[in-house]
């Protein structure tokens, strides 16, 4: 990942096409991580053996710490302007899930928020080529 | 209402934080271990505190406009810090996507 990451910086729009790319590894990660929080909190007990021996817990802090680096090495390629908005994509990725995993009813206003958020990483990644 | 605007201010440091230590990333993983990226993280796990505090006491249906507020304080910290060009497809890329998170907002209640 690393020596893929400094090779690519030579060219710099492979490298901001990289940073596009990582960053919406990241929303992944991070939408994993929202939704095993959420399923984690469900059986939370407030004491240090119950938190630390609750996987689901642990791998969405796990997941965190995964959305980190991938956020700083896009940062490294990237522009923060174009790159930190694509985050909201974590959205899309969460109301999905919640409609798929946790089974929560659908509704319009989210429906239509989702492809509002689809669109608008389109145009931020399509202005970035020019 | 307060310390979820305090949290997307402090939030949005931390996004500039991340990116003033990115630069300082090399091939050597040691290079994570910067002051820059230490004070970034730590800056957005203090907004997940502003932020769980925060709605605790009000309606979700209003903190999350607040939060997306971030976005645009992220932006201007890019164009004052790092120089970055604000073009027209920034800013419509962004307002589809602040448009998107409110809805997404409003469908959750």
Redesign the interface.
Known sequence: M??AT?SFARDAAAARRLSIVLVCCCTLSGAAAQVLMKVAMASFAPNLVAIVTNWMLMAGYALYGLN??L???A??EG????L??II?LT?VWV?LLSYTLLREPP??????????????????G???KK | MALVLAASVVGSFG??F??F???R?T?N?LS?LNSR?ALG?AL?LGSSVFYFLGIRGGQLSILYPLV?LG?IW??V???IF?H?A?????F?????????????????K
């Open positions: 690393k020596a400094a980190t680096l956020m700083v090495l940062l490294r522009e923060l302007s174009m930190y908005p909201a959205y109301t509704n319009a206003f989210k429906n239509v928020g989702i492809a509002l958020i689809v669109i608008g990483v389109a145009v931020l399509r202005g970035e | 996004a500039v991340l990116k230590g990115a630069a990333v091939r993983p994570f990226l993280v957005y997306s976005y992220t932006l910290w890019a164009r790092f970055e604000l073009t027209r497809q920034k419509l890329g962004l307002g589809l996507i602040l448009l998107g998170v409110v809805l997404v907002g409003m469908g959750a």
